[in-house]
């Protein structure tokens, strides 16, 4: 059973920084791809950052230059640094994994169960 782990949200001000974790535990063969999404009240969940193994690293455009991801393959961790937080970047984050599994002869996706960011104006 492949399990996200979360951590790192919370309430700050405008111009304030959070740094987001997420680590992936379980029989993980490799990982393709692991990045973080969000979903604010009435909107559909879109795209921050993702890394993917062997490719590019991106950003949503309304965080570039604010926002970095990193991964540590050997922790099985994401990390999305996020500075100059503006209001708009509130809403509920969920780490995404693509994963290999040595047991089942295939990728599969997974989500993690979401850390609240709220920024104040």
């Known amino acids: 059973q492949v399990q996200l782990v979360e951590s790192g949200g919370g309430l700050v001000q405008a111009g304030g920084s959070l740094t987001l974790s997420c680590a992936a535990s379980?029989?993980?063969?490799?990982?393709?791809?692991m990045g973080w999404y969000r979903q604010a009240p009435g909107k559909q969940r879109e795209l921050v950052a993702a890394t993917i193994s062997g490719g590019p690293t991106n950003y949503a455009d309304s965080v570039k230059g604010r926002f970095t991801i990193s991964r540590d393959n050997a922790k099985k961790t994401v990390v999305l640094q996020m500075n100059s937080l503006k209001p708009e970047d509130t809403g509920v984050y969920y780490c995404?994994?693509?994963?290999?599994?040595?047991?089942?002869?295939?990728?599969?996706?997974?989500w993690g169960q979401g850390t609240q960011v709220t920024v104040s104006s």
């Open positions: 379980g029989r993980i063969f490799s990982i393709n791809a």
């Open positions: 995404h994994a693509d994963l290999a599994l040595a047991t089942m002869g295939g990728s599969y996706e997974y």
